[in-house]
């Protein structure tokens, strides 16, 4: 199938990657792809912009090398009761939210424990993707997490860098082939990401969409396939 967009990326302003937003919308368009989020890190992750970048981020022009570009957030989960590390009043103002959990902001707590912060930001009224839940450092419950992203229509990501040989993510490739089996039995959607802090690695697949194969997960609870059925999950058309 194509992979008609990328929603989790990040430029310098992350604080540790190193293409420009004009630089990414060039590299997304010579890809081929049809959409660009970029979704630099929130406030509590070491060396990101500050609140005021995410405030401004609405002078950036929304189509640039001619394709669609959003702007929006990877939030930082700081406790296991739904909380992150941006208020309401912004996460409004985001075009797309991302919550993910991360070592500089977040203490791994046990299986259940991991669980229960994954379902309670499922509850932020804002946030439509969990990053990257394939870090075995954060062990999870995945069939807990497939039935609630379910029934509360937030997307799980498949994460292409957490394939990588150098990711600091464990186990990553078998812990979403066990996810994966538990989306398909209970139809959750999902979304192939390539988590690029690289202008070269956007839109790459070369390591999700083989697993996907693999696994034999159906297209039709892929959500790159479609701009349209992207932006559904981002208003909160399937909820």
């Not at 379910?150 to 979403?176: C, Q």
Request: some cysteine; glycine content about 6%.
């Amino acid at each position: 199938m194509e992979y008609r967009l990328d929603s989790h990326t990040h430029t310098i302003a992350s604080g540790h990657a190193y293409n420009t937003i004009t630089e990414m919308a060039a590299a997304a368009a010579a890809k081929g792809l049809e959409l660009l989020a970029i979704t630099e890190h929130s406030m509590m992750m070491p060396g990101t912009c500050g609140e005021f970048y995410f405030h401004n981020l609405k002078v950036v022009p929304r189509r640039l090398s001619e394709i669609e570009v959003f702007f929006g957030a990877e939030l930082n989960i700081i406790d296991f009761e739904g909380h992150v590390d941006m208020n309401d009043r912004l996460t409004e103002k985001m075009d797309v939210c991302i919550a993910s959990m991360h070592l500089p902001c977040l203490t791994p707590g046990t299986k259940k424990k991991n669980t229960q912060g994954y379902l309670k930001i499922m509850d932020h009224p804002r946030v439509s993707i969990i990053g990257h839940p394939d870090d075995g450092r954060y062990p999870v419950d995945y069939e807990t997490l497939a039935a609630a992203a379910a029934e509360k229509h937030v997307l799980l990501e498949v994460n292409n860098h957490s394939l990588s040989p150098g990711s600091s993510r464990l186990n990553a490739r078998e812990n979403l082939l066990v996810m994966l089996d538990w989306c398909r039995k209970y139809r959750t959607h999902i979304i192939l990401n390539s988590d690029a802090h690289w202008c070269g690695d956007i839109g790459s697949t070369d390591l999700s969409a083989p697993l996907i194969r693999e696994a034999g997960f159906p297209e039709e609870l892929i959500v790159n396939r479609s701009v349209e059925e992207y932006k559904a999950w981002l208003k909160k058309e399937h909820r």
